[in-house]
């Protein structure tokens, strides 16, 4: 994992690797999108990552991403950013605000809230469900059992525009068994879009299909303890 402090730089060697992973599966490095995990940092830290041209990022709060991310889209209109964290029903305005993506939608009551905000704002977003694919209890995420059964009630009955999936595998399990799995329900579901892989198994997570994969510290560095 690279350590180095200069985030543009890092950026140029994640790419890189993905390029690399990407081939070594024997699939175009095109059909890959790096979103790149701005969390805890401050704009000043993000800012030559969009200087070098990169435009996808994550952040897993929505208050968080509210204060940091309207100033840098001034500047930088063309930006992408996606929520990969979990989202309560009292922020889901503000969320559909300042949000492109929502990669958590995990529960009908969500599901329901951001279908009457995209009504009611016009403002419709493409959505992920999370699946909570190592069952753990304390994990947010639909079970891999429901998903098919979730999904279409997101489409059908909600009108929400579910692309993808995505997941967080558990920290103590081989990410590769969870990876296989997600990849495997969006295929039967016939969802193009695989979330998976973070900076420690990323690579891992091409060779499994992942079109998204969600990198934090191999470009930021370390994060500082939130205050
Ligand atoms: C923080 C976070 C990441 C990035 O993790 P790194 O290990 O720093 O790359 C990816 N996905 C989610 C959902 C996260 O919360």
């Not at 296989?180 to 690579?203: F, N, Q, T, V």
């Amino acid at each position: 994992m690279t350590q180095n402090t200069d985030p543009a730089s890092n950026l140029a060697v994640v790419k890189d690797e993905i390029a690399k992973a990407a081939e070594a599966a024997g699939r175009d490095p095109s059909g890959i999108h790096l979103v790149a995990v701005s969390k805890v940092h401050q704009a000043d830290t993000i800012l030559p990552v969009l200087e070098a041209g990169h435009r996808l990022f994550g952040e897993n709060r929505v208050q968080e991403a509210e204060s940091k991310w309207p100033a840098l889209r001034e500047t930088f209109p063309d930006l992408t950013l996606h929520l990969i964290g979990p989202l309560q029903s009292n922020k889901v305005k503000d969320a559909v605000a300042v949000f492109d993506v929502i990669e958590t939608v995990d529960r009908p009551k969500i599901a329901r809230a951001l279908a009457t905000e995209f009504e009611r704002t016009g403002r419709s977003l493409p959505c992920y469900v999370q699946v909570n694919t190592g069952e753990e209890p304390q994990k947010a995420g639909v079970a891999p059992a429901d998903v098919e059964d979730f999904v279409g009630e997101c489409r059908d009955e909600l009108g929400l525009d579910i692309q993808g999936l995505m997941c967080i595998p558990p920290i103590d399990e081989e990410p590769a068994l969870h990876f296989a799995l997600l990849s495997d329900i969006a295929d039967r579901c016939g969802l193009g879009i695989k979330s998976m892989g973070m900076s420690a198994d990323y690579e891992k997570a091409i060779a499994l299909g992942a079109t998204h994969v969600r990198v934090g510290t191999a470009i930021f560095g370390e994060r500082p303890p939130r205050d």
